[in-house]
């Protein structure tokens, strides 16, 4: 990897990173532990659907691909997509996976977690979005 992609990654990984020290997290979703409850969470718009695995990258919208998140997450998401575009675009990355972290029986991820590959060895941009 050249001298620029790294210094793009570094900058890349800094930007999206977020330090539990400086930012505790305060939402609590622990209770949304029923398909009940999480209907009537996104009924109150207190939840909203976002897909795991983007369509920008193939992604469906079915129920496995489906997890249920806070306002402004999905925002999140949406500049790490475009950020992986990018590094897409620039050879930079070619293999990617997304998938949820969860705590105890919430139907609501914690995080969601994002690995990147370059010929099948783990890239050096890996996000996660913290949510709870």
């Given at each position: 990897?050249s001298?620029?992609?790294?210094?793009?990654?570094?900058f890349?990984?800094k930007?999206f990173h977020?330090?539990?020290k400086?930012?505790?997290?305060?939402?609590?979703f622990?209770?949304?532990?029923?398909?009940?409850?999480l209907?009537?969470?996104?009924?109150?718009e207190?939840?909203?659907?976002i897909l795991l695995f983007?369509?920008?990258f193939g992604?469906e919208a079915i129920?496995?691909?489906t997890?249920?998140v806070p306002a402004g997450?999905?925002e999140?998401?949406?500049k790490?997509?475009?950020?992986?575009?990018?590094l897409?675009?620039?050879?930079?990355?070619?293999g990617l996976?997304?998938?949820p972290e969860n705590?105890g029986?919430?139907?609501?991820?914690?995080?969601?977690h994002?690995?990147t590959?370059k010929?099948?060895?783990?890239g050096?941009f890996?996000?996660?979005?913290e949510?709870?």
């Open positions: 990897m001298e620029k992609e790294n210094v793009m990654i570094k890349l990984t930007m977020k330090s539990k400086t930012e505790p997290v305060a939402l609590d622990s209770h949304i532990d029923s398909k009940d409850k209907a009537a969470a996104v009924a109150a207190t939840l909203f659907p983007p369509e920008a992604g129920e496995v691909n997890v249920y997450i999905a999140t998401q949406h790490i997509i475009g950020t992986l575009l990018r897409i675009e620039e050879g930079m990355v070619d996976k997304a998938y705590k029986d919430s139907l609501v991820p914690c995080k969601i994002i690995q590959s010929d099948g060895v783990q050096q890996n996000p996660s979005i949510i709870w």
